[in-house]
């Protein structure tokens, strides 16, 4: 199976583009699924049934698994199993009908407009590095940009006469974001004060923003720890990391009027319903303007 899974995988590389976030998900997910049929006697996928299949999601709610995680699970395993029917690597595919649904899917936290501006105010004070952790804060905020395009970020993606900003995200689909004047000024700060002095300590000259404290690119996982730091400040900063920076950027452009294909067009998603989770964020902002604006209301 693990040849399958690996050729598998490069299609998705290859042909979709995936990150290599997505694909290490994608191999974990599978990886789960062939312990199973190692246990289960299952040698051959070309005899694996849906009712296999199904035996294989119980078995992951047994096991204690989150309903978004199996559901996950589950659109992985109908991927690999179409891409080997395609393929021609097994007569038929056995999870056309297979389905886990997500109830009472959980929103998104997000921070209140006080405490984004807490957090962006007071990010890097406490920081050998005060500059960099200040731009971080103020540029996930502002443009709502996902962890891994913060850390490719190149010094030309960013226009500062316009505050436009090229990403990268998923697939390789390229956007421009937006970023307002204290992120811009947080920016220009750190390139001109900090980051010429990491890149010269490590020999680094190539182009990327944002330089870890040896001068070498900055990973995501430092990037998530730079967030947990500056919002370990606040009083509910626990569990903040910079995706809640992007769903707070969301549910604060669609609470002070923004209109939703914008929203969905500064955070790169492909269908717009993936970003209509944020309007039942903004329902109580909505209650309140119309109880505060309408005659009769």
Do not use: W
């Not at 694909?23 to 289960?40: I, K, M």
């Not at 649904?101 to 936290?109: A, D, M």
């Not at 971080?136 to 436009?164: K, N, P």
């Not at 569990?239 to 609470?255: D, E, K, N």
């Amino acid at each position: 199976m693990e040849e399958q899974i690996q050729s598998f995988l490069e299609h998705l590389g290859s042909a979709r583009k995936l990150s290599p976030n997505t694909l290490s998900a994608y191999r974990r997910d599978l990886a789960q699924l062939a312990d199973f049929f190692e246990r289960a006697g299952v040698e051959d996928l070309a005899l694996v049934n849906h009712r296999t299949l199904r035996s294989f999601l119980a078995n992951q709610q047994t096991r204690g698994y989150s309903r978004a995680t199996i559901a996950r699970r589950c659109a992985c395993i109908r991927a690999f199993f179409s891409f080997l029917a395609e393929s021609g690597r097994i007569p038929n595919d056995p999870s056309t009908s297979l389905s886990f649904t997500v109830k009472g899917r959980k929103l998104p936290r997000f921070l209140s407009e006080e405490e984004a501006a807490g957090m962006a105010d007071e990010a890097g004070r406490h920081s050998t590095s005060s500059n960099r952790d200040k731009a971080i804060i103020e540029l996930l905020y502002a443009t709502g940009m996902r962890v891994g395009e913060l850390c490719t970020l190149r010094t030309g993606d960013v226009d500062f006469t316009s505050g436009a900003v090229r990403v990268v995200g998923k697939g390789d689909r390229e956007r421009v974001v937006l970023a307002g004047r204290p992120a811009l000024r947080a920016l220009r700060d750190y390139l001109s004060e900090e980051r010429p002095a990491l890149s010269r300590a490590s020999g680094y000259d190539g182009d990327i923003v944002f330089l870890g404290s040896r001068g070498r690119p900055l990973d995501p996982r430092q990037a998530r720890r730079v967030v947990h730091r500056e919002a370990s400040l606040l009083v509910s900063g626990e569990g903040v990391s910079p995706h809640t920076m992007r769903h707070t950027f969301a549910t604060h452009l669609l609470s002070n009027g923004a209109d939703l294909r914008s929203v969905q067009e500064l955070l790169g998603h492909k269908n717009v319903a993936t970003t209509q989770i944020y309007t039942h964020l903004t329902r109580g902002e909505i209650r309140k303007a119309y109880d505060e604006s309408h005659p009769r209301a």
